[in-house]
């Protein structure tokens, strides 16, 4: 037996040896954009539903709090109510922040799959990924389209603006069957290294609304 299976074997404690990765703001709704948190802190009834489980819980650095101007996404605060900038320069600018966000991604991903792969050599059960339904960049099966939404904050009235017109827009008219960009940055940075892991999504319309629907089926 090597010094680490006796020093594992020897030591053996409370531990499950199972966790979940699971996007940032599910655990801290204080990273949602201005208008998207439901929530004081956390989404209690996904901890509980995870407490069911004995899954620990790794809480994913948030993308957009990392690319778009911190805490308050201050990158996409700029598009509310900018109509008089002139359509090429927002193209323009649009497109480069399309790609700046890309790359960052791809640098946070790189991170989570190494992390992901650490627990899985170390003989840990990786049980998932939980994104975000209709988030741009954490959504799984459905994602806000950055270019749509970003049409629709330059021609609103900030000063007549108000929460539940935002969101109804965004999930009612603004998302699709797509993935959102982190997402995607993360799939790809597995596929490299051979890892193959579940995907989860939290139900952020439903949230929005009210209703919380498990996600592991607990």
């Known amino acids: 037996m090597s010094g680490i299976s006796l020093l ?19 655990l801290n709704e204080n990273t949602r954009y201005l208008g998207g948190a439901t929530r004081k802190g956390a989404i209690f009834e996904l901890i509980e539903e995870l407490k069911k489980k004995d899954v620990g819980i790794v809480q994913m650095k948030c993308p957009e709090q990392k690319a778009w101007g911190g805490v308050l996404k201050k990158e996409m605060l700029r598009a509310y109510g900018a ?14 922040f399309i790609s700046r966000t890309k790359k960052i991604y791809s640098r946070i991903a790189f991170d ?5 792969s650490d627990y ?25 389209d950055i270019k749509k939404s970003a049409e629709y904050l330059v021609g609103i009235d900030v000063n007549s603006i108000n929460k539940e017109e ?30 193959d892991v579940p995907f989860f999504e ?17």
């Open 120 to 144: 899985i050599q170390s003989g840990y059960e990786v049980v998932g990924i939980i994104g975000v339904k209709g988030s741009p960049s954490c959504g799984v099966s459905n994602a806000i």
């Open 83 to 96: 109509k008089d900038i002139p359509a090429f320069l927002r193209k323009i600018y649009l497109n480069s």
């Open 166 to 195: 935002l969101n109804k827009k965004f999930y009612r008219e603004l998302s699709s069957k797509s993935q959102g960009l982190f997402i995607e940055a993360l799939k790809v940075e597995l596929a490299k290294k051979k890892l």
């Open 112 to 116: 989570v799959a190494g992390d992901i």
């Open 8 to 26: 594992q074997d020897k030591l053996k404690d409370a531990r499950s040896k199972r966790v979940i990765f699971v996007s940032h703001c599910l």
């Open 202 to 218: 939290h139900d952020l319309p439903s949230e929005i609304e009210g209703e919380y629907k498990n996600i592991l089926g607990v």
